[in-house]
């Protein structure tokens, strides 16, 4: 018994030294345990919604926000990071940014569901509906796939079955019905209507379109 009441005041301790907790439980922010001013490192559990800075580990939950970084897995409904993304979420919809597009704060991971939003990413985007703010580096697989600048693969589901859009410039390769570039520094777009703004070998394509 003394242990645990020893044990239990060291964590205490640490975590009003650190504004760190190793495990947050919420109901609705602001009742939660610790409040929504700790960062987290290692679980969290939001019953209906549940709000914290920094996080690290495995997040659980119907409606969770972090507002700073997340580095770890997130299993929810709306899963929201304010800062970069370490990691991948997981839910119906998932959104990652705070207007800052730069490709040093790009987001690393993976983001799944119906919505994924990200400002810069560098990862996989799979579900309905996929939106990079900015740059997108990777896989972008979806019924709607949308990035300014894409470096890599855009496709629809079923390889075929849907409309990617890449309003900036694309290096690498667009399949779908649909395809959209503004420009193509080097790569080639896949689909029943292909079109490309400024360079490709011709303004509209079926079949194949791309520029080398």
Request: contains cysteine; glycine residues 14%; proline residues 2%.
């Amino acid at each position: 018994m003394k242990k645990i009441a020893t044990l239990a005041c060291l964590l205490a301790a640490g975590m009003l030294a650190a504004d760190t907790t190793p495990v947050m439980v919420s109901l609705v922010t602001p009742v939660q345990a610790p409040n929504r001013n700790y960062d987290v490192t290692g679980f969290r559990l939001s019953l209906v919604y549940g709000e914290c800075q920094e996080f690290a580990g495995l997040d659980i939950g119907v409606i969770d926000n972090s507002r700073k970084d997340f580095t770890g897995l997130v299993l929810g409904g709306l899963n929201f990071v304010g800062e970069r993304l370490y990691g991948a979420q997981v839910g119906l919809a998932n959104w990652n940014g705070n207007g800052d597009t730069t490709w040093e704060r790009r987001s690393v991971g993976a983001q799944v569901g119906i919505l994924n939003y990200a400002d810069t990413f560098c990862g996989l985007q799979s579900g309905f509906l996929n939106i990079s703010g900015e740059s997108f580096m990777g896989l972008q697989a979806s019924l709607i796939n949308c990035a300014h600048d894409l470096y890599g693969l855009q496709c629809g589901s079923y390889l075929i079955i849907g409309v990617n859009v890449a309003s900036g410039t694309v290096r690498g390769c667009q399949i779908g019905l649909v395809n959209y570039a503004n420009t193509i520094e080097r790569g080639c777009q896949i689909g029943l209507l292909n079109i490309i703004s400024q360079n490709g070998w011709l303004p509209v394509l079926p079949i194949v379109n791309g520029h080398f």
